[in-house]
């Protein structure tokens, strides 16, 4: 999905991509960042103005083939996490692509996205839900073989509460990333309220667990060798990818 752009971020509306009609064609001009899979993709979905004057109702959606003369991709982008997935912009330079690959009808582009990052933020749960399972089980292994003034370290307090509040998290976030897949059940395919909500509280209440996981593995935790490191990097997505959790505030407030 090409949405975002240097100079146009949570302001998706103020992008510079621009999709001129000529002819039976659309040519474009600019460029997108942090567009996952983006060195790897063979269609992007891309948001360009084609009514540059008209901000939100100017945007279109297109499809764009790899290979298409004045389309490149840039190199995977090192991030501090989620490394397996590759990020990196896309230009377009004089790119004339056929006016069928236009979706839908222009102007609805803006709409298109809405839709799309509702998608993103219900989708980007799951990893994490995953993650924090993981986590948590990891951390529960190793508090009852660690041993540490003659004890397994799980029986001291300490560990036992961060042990629970990572336990806290992970079930309320599980019952979040469900509530949502039951609303897509019942037929609803957009909830925005409950997407914001689940994506806010996955991003924002993420950090202490995740914390808690590599404190309570040592210097251990603080090392690539055991895994608590990675997932605390990984975490650090949750409240940026997909629209960051000032703007799901943003949209939960308005949606009330
Ligand atoms: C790993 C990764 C993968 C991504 N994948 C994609 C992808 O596939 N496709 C795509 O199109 N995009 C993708 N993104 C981009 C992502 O959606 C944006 O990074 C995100 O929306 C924030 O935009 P920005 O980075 O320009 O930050 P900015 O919008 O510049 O925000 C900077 C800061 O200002 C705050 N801020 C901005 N506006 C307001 C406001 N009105 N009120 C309060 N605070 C505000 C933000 O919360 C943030 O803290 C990806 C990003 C990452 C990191």
């Known amino acids: 999905m090409g949405l975002t752009e240097p100079n146009a971020g ?40 084609t009514a540059p004057e008209k901000k939100h109702a100017g945007i279109s959606a297109f499809i764009v083939e790899k ?20 990020t990196s912009e896309l230009f ?3 790119c004339a692509i056929p006016a069928e690959n236009l979706l839908g009808i222009e102007g609805e582009g803006f709409n298109m996205s ?29 508090a009852r073989s660690r041993e540490q003034f003659g004890r397994k370290i799980g029986q001291f307090q300490a560990i036992k509460q961060k042990i629970a509040n990572i336990r806290i998290f992970g079930e ?22 409950e997407a914001a909500v689940a ?12 914390n808690d996981a590599v404190v309570l593995f040592g210097g251990y935790g603080y090392c690539h060798e055991y895994d608590m490191e990675r997932i605390f990097r990984d975490s650090r997505l949750a409240p940026i990818g997909g629209g960051t959790s000032d703007i799901q505030k943003m949209i939960i407030s308005k949606l009330i």
């Open 10 to 49: 949570s302001d998706v509306a103020s992008m510079t991509t621009t999709a001129d009609k000529k002819g039976d064609t659309y040519v474009l001009n600019g460029s997108k960042i942090f567009i996952t899979n983006g060195p790897i993709a063979d269609v992007a979905v891309v948001y360009a103005k």
């Open 199 to 210: 994506k806010l509280f996955v991003g924002d209440w993420s950090l202490a667990p995740a």
């Open 67 to 86: 290979g298409t003369p004045g389309f490149a991709s840039g190199p995977n982008l090192i991030k501090m996490g989620v490394s397996t997935s590759q």
């Open 172 to 193: 309320a976030a599980r019952n979040l990333a469900y509530r949502i897949a039951w609303c897509k059940n019942q037929g609803r395919p957009m909830n925005h309220l």
């Open 114 to 142: 809405l839709q799309t990052v509702e998608w993103d933020r219900s989708a980007l749960l799951a990893p994490f839900v995953g993650a924090s399972t993981y986590m948590m089980n990891r951390c529960v292994e190793y």
């Open 92 to 94: 377009f330079n004089n």
